[in-house]
């Protein structure tokens, strides 16, 4: 399966830039943000959700299989403080890959959300996130399991679902540590272990 796609299309370089924008990191109170900061964090996270599998699904179609794993947040299911823009943005990435699964489970290809389920280490929780958090936060490898895992899917596992990567990483490292030929003082090293 070959990706072609072009790279100079403007919706991949609009969504370039917008991704650059350090503002993204902020949280802010409904009072205090502009049409343009919430329209910045709908068109990253929403948006570019949508443009991402307007591409990369047409190809799954055509190929009948694949897997889809939209990044969704805590946010997705909760509100939070000063998170009115991220968490509707998060919010919609739920409702878009509810409605993505309609669309593709004839096509057998899985379509799956994801959350953190853990304080991760990311430009934008060195922003937001407090002290308490920080002294907990993982190494974002702790959680590539539940990608790799989710990725090789197929109609019969995990589809449709709001999957925690924290909870799913540490059953695929308790189950398969042997297999993985993972060293402890690796897994250490990582803080690839509950605190």
């Given at each position: 399966m070959s990706l072609k796609y072009d790279i100079n299309n403007p919706h991949l370089k609009i969504m370039e830039n917008k991704i650059k924008d350090?503002?993204?990191?902020?949280?802010?109170?409904?009072?205090d943000s502009s049409y343009e900061f919430?329209?910045?964090?709908?068109?990253?996270?929403?948006n570019g959700t949508f443009i991402t599998c307007k591409l990369?699904?047409?190809?799954?179609?055509?190929?009948?299989?694949?897997?889809v794993i939209n990044v969704s947040s805590?946010?997705?299911?909760?509100?939070?403080?000063?998170?009115?823009?991220?968490?509707?943005?998060?919010?919609?990435?739920?409702?878009?890959?509810?409605?993505l699964f309609e669309e593709c489970k004839s096509y057998n290809i899985i379509v799956n959300s994801i959350t953190p389920g853990i304080p991760v280490h990311t430009a934008m929780s060195k922003k937001t996130y407090s002290k308490e958090k920080k002294k907990i936060w993982k190494d974002p490898i702790c959680i590539a399991p539940a990608f790799l895992h989710l990725g090789m899917q197929d109609k019969n596992g995990i589809?449709?679902?709001?999957?925690?990567?924290?909870?799913?990483?540490e059953e695929i490292?308790?189950?398969?540590?042997?297999?993985?030929?993972?060293?402890?003082?690796?897994?250490?090293?990582?803080?690839?272990?509950?605190?």
């Open positions: 350090q503002s993204l990191n902020d949280f802010k109170s409904i009072e919430w329209k910045n964090i709908i068109d990253v996270n929403l990369i699904v047409p190809i799954m179609k055509t190929n009948k299989m694949g897997s805590r946010a997705g299911k909760f509100g939070g403080f000063n998170e009115t823009a991220y968490c509707a943005s998060k919010f919609g990435i739920e409702g878009f890959s509810r409605s589809n449709n679902q709001y999957v925690d990567a924290w909870k799913l990483s490292r308790n189950e398969y540590k042997v297999l993985w030929n993972i060293k402890e003082e690796e897994m250490k090293n990582a803080n690839c272990y509950q605190s």
